[in-house]
């Protein structure tokens, strides 16, 4: 994958979960990355912060700004060849009081840089979607011909967003890509995630672990893996016009993935059913499982099923970052 080395590289989204180990990653292959965060006038760069004084950062220029402004896109874009489009408003929960947010930002803000892009005639366009398009599985494992449902707000947000992507390839030859990550976790993930939410509930002093549905079937990809595969899809030219699976094609429910961690970490707790953690019955999405063969047809590569021998990284990064996280809170 040395074809990054010189390469400007944009990707929005970047102080979140996964950008941040994009962008280190990109850094380390020898990109000049221009990372968008969002603004704020503390200047906090998110889960970037800790680049402002490494090494690798001299390749590093961060942008704060908004994708929801058209030119400041413009600018954004100026004389980057590949993009990885990863800002979006994600979760699920909040997606119920604020939808119209989701909609600017997932939907309007992704027009916003798909103009950028076909003006600065960029070289690649990676939209980073989300495996929630799909909502409950009609069947397993879920190719990519698998009809779309809009469950939330949220996914709703995230197939508008993806048909935007497609018509400016489809209008515009726009070289774009959608790619659909399945859930992701590791290290810098925050408590959104059910991962991090139940080892920080059992490596705290709290009594009991507080969960919502403990019956969803998720399928579980480790944080570089996805960046792996990012990559690689950036970097070939039959992913073009397409939208691709990213996941192991392994499911774990939420009631084993709390056995598994329990049994690592060796705490036994119980666990209390949250009601404001449940969410409404026919939002709820009972099954995601990745049928993955479309990614290894493509670039012959596919994710390992890395849960448990992965789960020790994330448990010491959560367990050493523990202050991070607020237990015996609920925030959506």
Same mark, same amino acid.
């Given at each position: #994958?040395?074809?990054?080395?010189?390469?400007?590289?944009?990707?929005?989204?970047?102080?979140?979960?996964?950008?941040?180990?994009?962008?280190?990653?990109?850094?380390?292959?020898?990109?000049?990355?221009?990372?968008?965060?969002?603004?704020?006038?503390?200047?906090?760069?998110?889960?970037?912060?800790?680049?402002?004084?490494?090494?690798?950062?001299?390749?590093?220029?961060?942008?704060?700004?908004?994708?929801? =402004?058209?030119?400041?896109?413009?600018?954004?874009?100026?004389?980057?060849?590949?993009?990885?489009?990863?800002?979006?408003?994600? !979760?699920?929960?909040?997606?119920?009081?604020?939808?119209?947010?989701?909609?600017?930002?997932?939907?309007?803000?992704? +027009?916003?840089?798909?103009?950028?892009? *076909?003006?600065?005639?960029?070289?690649?366009?990676?939209?980073?979607?989300? !495996?929630?398009?799909?909502?409950?599985?009609?069947?397993?494992?879920?190719?990519?011909?698998?009809?779309?449902?809009?469950?939330?707000?949220?996914?709703?947000?995230? +197939? !508008?967003?993806?048909?935007?992507?497609?018509?400016?390839?489809?209008?515009?030859?726009?070289?774009?890509?959608?790619?659909?990550?399945?859930?992701?976790?590791?290290?810098?993930?925050?408590?959104?995630?059910? /991962?991090?939410? +139940?080892? !920080?509930?059992?490596?705290?002093?709290?009594?009991?672990?507080?969960?919502?549905?403990?019956?969803?079937?998720?399928?579980?990809?480790?944080?570089?893996?996805?960046?792996?595969?990012?990559?690689?899809?950036?970097?070939?030219?039959?992913? #073009?016009?397409?939208?691709?699976?990213?996941?192991?094609?392994?499911?774990?429910?939420?009631?084993?993935?709390?056995?598994?961690?329990?049994?690592?970490?060796?705490?036994?707790?119980? /666990?209390?059913?949250?009601? *404001?953690?449940?969410?409404?019955?026919?939002?709820?999405?009972?099954?995601?499982?990745?049928?993955?063969?479309?990614? *290894?047809?493509?670039?012959?590569?596919?994710?390992?099923?890395?849960?448990?021998?992965?789960?020790?990284?994330?448990?010491?990064?959560?367990?050493?970052?523990? =202050?991070?996280?607020?237990?015996? +809170?609920?925030?959506?």
């Amino acid at each position: #994958m040395g074809y990054l080395e010189g390469k400007n590289i944009l990707v929005t989204g970047a102080g979140g979960f996964i950008g941040s180990h994009l962008v280190e990653e990109l850094l380390k292959q020898g990109a000049n990355v221009r990372a968008l965060v969002f603004y704020n006038s503390f200047n906090n760069w998110g889960l970037l912060e800790n680049f402002r004084n490494r090494n690798l950062s001299h390749n590093l220029e961060v942008v704060p700004g908004d994708i929801r =402004d058209p030119q400041f896109c413009m600018l954004l874009m100026k004389k980057q060849e590949i993009i990885f489009h990863l800002a979006a408003l994600i !979760s699920i929960p909040y997606s119920y009081v604020a939808p119209t947010s989701y909609f600017q930002t997932n939907v309007l803000g992704t +027009i916003n840089l798909l103009e950028a892009a *076909k003006y600065e005639k960029t070289g690649r366009f990676i939209h980073i979607s989300t !495996s929630e398009v799909y909502g409950t599985a009609l069947y397993t494992p879920i190719d990519e011909k698998h009809p779309l449902q809009p469950q939330s707000p949220y996914s709703a947000s995230k +197939i !508008s967003g993806e048909n935007a992507v497609m018509s400016y390839y489809n209008a515009f030859d726009l070289p774009v890509s959608v790619v659909r990550p399945f859930n992701n976790f590791g290290p810098r993930q925050s408590a959104r995630g059910v /991962i991090p939410t +139940i080892i !920080s509930q059992l490596i705290s002093d709290k009594k009991n672990v507080s969960l919502g549905s403990l019956e969803p079937v998720r399928d579980y990809i480790f944080v570089k893996d996805t960046v792996e595969g990012l990559i690689r899809i950036a970097g070939s030219d039959k992913t #073009m016009g397409e939208t691709i699976n990213l996941g192991t094609g392994r499911g774990y429910s939420i009631r084993e993935i709390f056995k598994i961690i329990s049994q690592i970490t060796g705490k036994n707790k119980k /666990i209390i059913q949250d009601p *404001k953690r449940i969410r409404p019955i026919k939002s709820e999405v009972w099954k995601l499982i990745c049928d993955n063969r479309k990614l *290894k047809k493509l670039i012959n590569w596919c994710p390992p099923a890395s849960l448990e021998n992965k789960l020790d990284t994330t448990i010491e990064w959560v367990a050493n970052n523990l =202050d991070k996280f607020q237990p015996n +809170i609920y925030n959506i």
